[in-house]
T-cell receptor
Framework: EAGVAQSPRYKIIEKRQSVAFWCNPISGHATLYWYQQILGQGPKLLIQFQNNGVVDDSQLPKDRFSAERLKGVDSTLKIQPAKLEDSAVYLC?????????FGPGTRLTVT | KQEVTQIPAALSVPEGENLVLNCSFTDSAIYNLQWFRQDPGKGLTSLLLIQSSQREQTSGRLNASLDKSSGRSTLYIAASQPGDSATYLCAVINGSQGAQKLVFGQGTRLTINP
């Protein structure tokens, strides 16, 4: 069974630029999550989808972050414009029943 | 608001020792608790998941316990090996299965010295 796929793996941008991350969950997993992990901290939930609907986006900075999950499969997370404090690893996870399965993450550096 | 704390932040031990990692949480009304391993530059690998009705789970040299009433969980690693070096994250799962939400601790960075 293929795992959660994410791309790109690394991205370096300047502040005020925009960036997008892509996630392909495990086939058949209805629930998809995006997390932000700042260096030295645990992951923090940004947004949770159930199929293509948003379940929880209470910690998503909506003035600059947006996410969508078209057709209830792949998802994209966008940041526009980026700030220095957005430098982090962005993790995608998917779930069918009890356990969440994580992708390798995208490491974003904002200079 | 659920808060999860892991102690210690970093731990270094010689190979072969048994060790315990600690996790505490402020709200005992949890759905499940999960321990993850994270290698540098990699995603998270699930180690053990303890459902709220259980008190412990075992997998090989790993044993995780859960005491909801005291808001604590421990991860016991027996006969540690250099390959166990990684960051270990504890996550409390709040909400029902449909609206499951993970709240993570900051992790314990473990180094096993040969």
């Amino acid at each position: 069974e293929a795992g959660v796929a994410q791309s790109p793996r690394y991205k370096i941008i300047e502040k005020r630029q925009s960036v997008a991350f892509w996630c392909n969950p495990i086939s058949g997993h209805a629930t998809l999550y995006w997390y932000q992990q700042i260096l030295g901290q645990g992951p923090k939930l940004l947004i949770q989808f159930q199929n293509n609907g948003v379940v929880d986006d209470s910690q998503l900075p909506k003035d600059r972050f947006s996410a969508e999950r078209l057709k209830g499969v792949d998802s994209t997370l966008k940041i526009q414009p980026a700030k220095l404090e957005d430098s982090a690893v962005y993790l995608c996870a998917s779930r069918a029943s009890y356990e969440q399965y994580f992708g390798p993450g995208t490491r974003l550096t904002v200079t | 608001k659920q808060e999860v704390t892991q102690i210690p932040a970093a731990l270094s031990v010689p190979e072969g020792e048994n060790l315990v990692l600690n996790c505490s949480f402020t709200d005992s009304a949890i759905y499940n608790l999960q321990w993850f391993r994270q290698d540098p530059g990699k995603g998270l690998t699930s180690l053990l998941l303890i459902q709220s009705s259980q008190r412990e789970q075992t997998s090989g040299r790993l044993n995780a316990s859960l005491d909801k009433s005291s808001g604590r969980s421990t991860l016991y690693i027996a006969a540690s090996q250099p390959g166990d070096s990684a960051t270990y994250l504890c996550a409390v799962i709040n909400g029902s299965q449909g609206a499951q939400k993970l709240v993570f601790g900051q992790g314990t960075r473990l180094t096993i010295n040969p």
